[in-house]
T-cell receptor, first 113, second 113 residues
Framework: GDSVTQMEGPVTLSEEAFLTINCTYTATGYPSLFWYVQYPGEGLQLLLKATKADDKGSNKGFEATYRKETTSFHLEKGSVQVSDSAVYFCALSDEDSNYQLIWGAGTKLIIKP | EAQVTQNPRYLITVTGKKLTVTCSQNMNHEYMSWYRQDPGLGLRQIYYSMNVEVTDKGDVPEGYKVSRKEKRNFPLILESPSPNQTSLYFC????????????FGSGTRLTVV
């Protein structure tokens, strides 16, 4: 069945550092891919998405490109801030998941001033 | 404001005492879903609904009931809560999950003693 694998956390960076959080997926069809963010004590918010290969999703300085050849959707940001500290979840949706979301385990990001 | 509203935000109850967590969305979304989030176990889907009177089991439906009598409401019912249902619960809705992902509520923290 479908699955999503994220790099384990926590990931600790200094402010203004470059961020990459890896996400790879397994799917037999043509999934849509999502990144969600959960700030401490809050619900999940959709950060960005891509619905077909080579699409790039972007929001709030974060970017991710849907790479079908490497089955990846890595999250990147050029210069992180303390306020980016949160848990980031990668997810996919396709026909095999009955169009529901298959989630990665989440990656906790800690940004130090 | 477009949103998913869950109530209550916090609830402490005793084993066996029936409870309902309400969920309402004002976006005219067809899809609605309930998740629970537990440390080390990530996000797990309890039930989802694709339209009024159409519901389906997710990954962990045991001990829970749902109903979808109206498009906007999707209550989660625990007929006889047990301590292993202590968790953080999220309701979510979507116009179409593969295209848009889910929009989440703020969460309900349930403690069963």
């Amino acid at each position: 069945g479908d699955s999503v694998t994220q790099m384990e956390g926590p990931v600790t960076l200094s402010e203004e550092a470059f961020l990459t959080i890896n996400c790879t997926y397994t799917a037999t069809g043509y999934p849509s891919l999502f990144w969600y963010v959960q700030y401490p004590g809050e619900g999940l918010q959709l950060l960005l998405k891509a619905t077909k290969a080579d699409d790039k999703g972007s929001n709030k300085g974060f970017e991710a490109t849907y790479r079908k050849e490497t089955t990846s959707f890595h999250l990147e940001k050029g210069s992180v801030q303390v306020s980016d500290s949160a848990v980031y979840f990668c997810a996919l949706s396709d026909e095999d998941s009955n169009y529901q979301l298959i989630w990665g385990a989440g990656t906790k990001l800690i940004i130090k001033p | 404001e477009a949103q998913v509203t869950q109530n209550p935000r916090y609830l402490i109850t005793v084993t066996g005492k029936k409870l309902t967590v309400t969920c309402s969305q004002n976006m005219n979304h067809e899809y609605m879903s309930w998740y629970r989030q537990d440390p080390g176990l990530g996000l797990r889907q309890i039930y989802y609904s694709m339209n009024v009177e159409v519901t389906d089991k997710g990954d962990v439906p045991e001990g829970y009931k749902v109903s979808r009598k109206e498009k906007r409401n999707f209550p989660l019912i625990l007929e006889s809560p047990s301590p292993n249902q202590t968790s953080l619960y999220f309701c979510a809705s979507s116009l179409g999950v593969k295209a848009y992902g889910y929009t989440f509520g703020s969460g309900t923290r349930l403690t069963v003693v």
